[in-house]
């Protein structure tokens, strides 16, 4: 089966997890967020993106049955800043490679979708499947387009699909220098000395989810019928300040607590509702938050010398 993005933060874990599980895995990533030393030594490697002129070699020499498509324009600021470039990653990349598992009679398509950036500021927490999708940065709206296609291509075309509306995903491998990845940011600067700042009063909440729990609910998905949109998350709200708490207590840091000014358009509340995958595909998450921050905290005390070695979250 083929992964994209299978040498960044969660493609990796997905494919480790496939891997585990006794399936072939060839890996597609063009590595402009992702990394070599992240890639698993059993997998086949393509560099390469989405758009690339050889994806229908690719599908022709491989013959993939499944794809689970990981690779992704992430940064929600960048889609503000660029909404064109998102688009052509998130939603045309989307597309061809829809256009290629269709023509190459590809079994099954896994997409990584996002839980809060298409649902957007609402009442209801934790939120839904059938809440309404009121995106508010162009890279929610492009994950939501995706979908939509998704849906096209099973309706003309039969594709079975399944779209994983990820929560606040965090754990070893994530990128300490994105926007979005509090938890590894947090650690890297604790852990060397650096400040770590918190914008505005910390008491924003997000639902945050552990990577390997994920890779899990990839490998349930890819073996379900199920079709549709499952959230993938905890349904719990954790503000910043406690994550930056436990992650003071476990880099065993004295930093205070310091606060800067908000982000503007930050999202105050945000967590999923995981009882739809739980009741059709048996998923729910096993790590708890303390577990998943202390294995997080142990990749990044080893990091770089052991950057792709992943401690096993303590019991």
């Known amino acids: 089966m ?4 299978g040498a ?6 997905v494919a480790d997890r496939l891997l585990a599980g006794g399936h072939d895995v060839v890996i597609l990533d063009d590595l402009s967020t992702g ?3 992240h890639l698993p030594a059993a997998a086949r490697f393509y560099q390469m993106d989405v758009h690339s002129p050889w994806l229908e070699k690719l599908f022709t020499i491989e013959r993939p049955e499944a794809v689970v498509h990981e690779a992704a324009q992430a940064s929600v600021r960048r889609s503000v800043e660029d909404p064109v470039f998102d688009a052509s990653v998130n939603v045309l990349g989307t597309a061809a490679l829809l256009q290629a598992s269709v023509q190459h009679g590809v079994r099954r398509f ?3 979708s996002t839980g809060g950036a298409i649902y957007g500021d609402t009442d209801l927490v ?4 059938d809440a309404p999708a009121l995106p508010v940065s162009p890279y929610g709206a492009s ?3 995706a979908e939509v296609y998704l849906r ?9 699909y399944i779209a994983l509306r990820y929560a606040n995903v965090y754990g070893p491998r994530q990128d300490p220098h994105g926007e979005a990845g509090v938890v590894a940011i947090f650690s890297q600067r604790l852990l060397g000395g650096a400040k770590a700042r918190i914008n505005g009063d910390g008491k924003q909440t997000r639902d945050f989810v552990y990577v390997g729990d994920v890779a899990d609910a990839n ?5 379900s019928d199920a079709v549709g949109a499952f959230n993938v998350g905890t349904g719990v709200e954790t503000d910043i300040n406690r994550i930056f708490a436990s992650l003071r207590r476990l880099t065993g840091s004295d930093q205070p607590e310091e606060h800067g000014p908000p982000l503007p358009g930050e999202q105050r509340r945000s967590a999923i509702d995981p009882r739809k995958v739980e009741k059709v595909l048996g998923w729910r998450p096993q790590t708890s938050l303390d577990a998943g921050l202390s294995a997080t905290v142990q990749y990044f005390r080893a990091a770089p010398a052991a950057r792709a070695a992943v401690p096993a979250p303590p019991a």
Do not use: W
């Open 2 to 5: 083929l992964v994209t993005g």
């Open 8 to 13: 960044g933060f969660i493609g990796s874990h």
């Open 35 to 37: 990394h070599v030393d």
């Open 110 to 112: 896994l997409f990584a």
């Open 126 to 129: 934790p939120t839904p499947e």
């Open 143 to 145: 994950k939501l387009a």
């Open 152 to 160: 096209t291509f099973h309706a003309l075309h039969g594709l079975s």
């Open 219 to 223: 490998a349930r998905a890819l073996t």
